[in-house]
């Protein structure tokens, strides 16, 4: 069984496949280089002699792998068998833990994203807080899996971080519990406009996704949607592409590209999963939405189907393929890059929105006085016998929406504007 990754750490496509070997699709037909082998058995030796705590072939072993396989890129791992059963559990969106997702930048354990509801969100743990220590251990020179480890454990436990943000370092105490993570949340934020969360990509989200769509379509006529993908990591490439799907009908959505053919593929449209083909719709992202949050922005964008706001996306533009091993155990490995309807790689750039528009906190002035026409002595009636308007009828409060959530605000008045300026 193969699983292709968008995500750096959670969800995954399966393809049907029994086994797989990309040996066995190699084009130079090379064989194992005898010297560098000999290298490694003595190192292997030299380790299990004089090492100052002895250690067990199989640690040595699992030791040099996991280190041949992460010092190829952020994304690359391995996996002894327990590991790889652990890893299994976060692809279900259901597991024990705090609920935060990590990327390693630069050397550097960094948020993208808490997970919607999570202890790390409700924490105030942010997008971009690099951890630095997991309870009284350094993540310096951790891999990846070891990290997820450490976070998780039983429910009801704690664990302590230590997070460096702005320059200074912060502690926080987090309670253990299981994460059972609904991707997709639904509303109407007016009487036509429907707003979809997506906070990451499950195996199941584009099924919750197209249920949330006929609800609301049940309930009144879609006129505009907000897509809010801010702060979503990413996940299940498949997910991804049912999302786009429900907004288009024909043509590319992503593809993928590698050294190997198993590496290559494709995602068309299905005009017979299109739910809303010709509404508007307004996609909100942020430095925290990476992966397939990327696909589904850069596949609306390039088909002219949606208006990007927010501020640029993460980059994350590979994919992963979990290998099995003949002895139970795996390889997590970047083995392509995805890419865009328009030919456009997202890996180190991300997306940018067609309206740059960070997220802000509004003040606003009270109280000021005004008058209006309609409130000077001796004026003209209205010309056509409207009703007259004093500054009393005038509503100076903005939406509360302003004041909590102004992106969010700003593509509500787009999706409002919008039919005004085309008809």
């Known amino acids: 069984m193969i699983k292709l990754f968008s995500c750096g750490l959670t969800l995954s496509v399966l393809m049907a496949m029994t086994s797989f070997s990309f040996a066995a699709d190699s084009q130079d037909g090379s064989v194992l280089p005898t010297a560098q082998i000999q290298s490694f058995v003595e190192a292997f030796e030299t380790i299990r002699e004089g090492y100052v705590e002895e250690l067990s072939d199989e640690d040595i072993l699992h030791k040099a792998l996991k280190g041949m396989a992460t010092a190829l890129d952020p994304h690359s791992e391995y ?28 050397k550097r354990l960094t948020v993208v994203t808490p997970i919607d509801g999570s202890a790390a969100a409700e924490a105030g743990i942010l997008p971009g807080d690099v951890i630095v220590r997991i309870d009284n251990t ?16 039983e429910v009801g436990t704690q664990v302590t971080l230590d997070i460096e943000r702005n320059g200074s370092i912060q502690e926080f105490v987090l309670t253990r519990r299981i994460v059972e993570d609904a991707s997709v949340t639904y509303k109407w934020l007016d009487d036509s406009i429907a707003y979809f ?26 006129q505009g949607v907000v897509l809010d993908l801010r702060n979503n990591p990413g996940g299940v490439l498949q997910s991804a592409v049912g999302v786009v799907n429900a907004f288009i009908n024909d043509g590319m959505i992503v593809y993928t590209d590698g050294r190997h053919n198993m590496s290559k593929s494709q995602f068309v449209a299905d005009r017979a ?26 596949a609306l964008q390039d088909h002219k189907r949606a208006v990007i706001l ?18 139970g155990d795996a390889v997590k490995l970047t083995t392509a890059l995805y890419f865009t309807p328009n030919g456009r790689s997202i890996q180190a750039q991300g997306i940018q929105p067609d309206l740059i528009i960070p997220q802000a906190k509004l003040s606003f002035d009270e109280g000021q006085f005004f008058i209006k026409e309609a409130e000077l ?47």
Not at 79 to 106: C, H, P, Q, R
Not at 274 to 297: C, F, H, K, R
Not at 319 to 325: A, N, R, S
């Open 310 to 327: 927010g501020t640029e996306t993460f980059g994350k533009g590979s994919v992963q393929t979990v290998v099995p091993l003949s002895n």
């Open 273 to 298: 999963s299109t739910l809303l083909a010709q509404v508007p719709v307004v996609v909100l992202v942020n430095d925290g939405s990476a992966s397939a949050s990327e696909i589904v922005a850069g």
């Open 79 to 106: 996996f002894t068998k327990t590991e790889l059963s652990e890893f299994n559990e976060l692809t279900s969106g259901n597991y024990a833990g705090i609920g935060v997702e990590v990327e390693m930048k630069d």
């Open 138 to 153: 350094l993540i310096t020179d951790l891999g990846m899996q070891d990290i997820v480890t450490l976070m998780r454990g």
């Open 197 to 222: 969360r997506i906070s990451q990509f499950q195996s199941d989200t584009s099924r919750e996704f197209v249920k949330a769509i006929e609800t609301l379509k049940e309930e009144s006529a879609i």
């Open 377 to 423: 002595k001796g004026h003209l009636g209205n010309g056509t016998g409207g009703e007259e308007r004093t500054s009393a009828d005038v509503e100076t409060e903005i939406a509360d929406l302003a004041k909590t959530d102004f992106q969010l605000f700003q593509a509500v008045t787009i999706l409002k504007t919008l039919p005004k300026l085309i008809q």
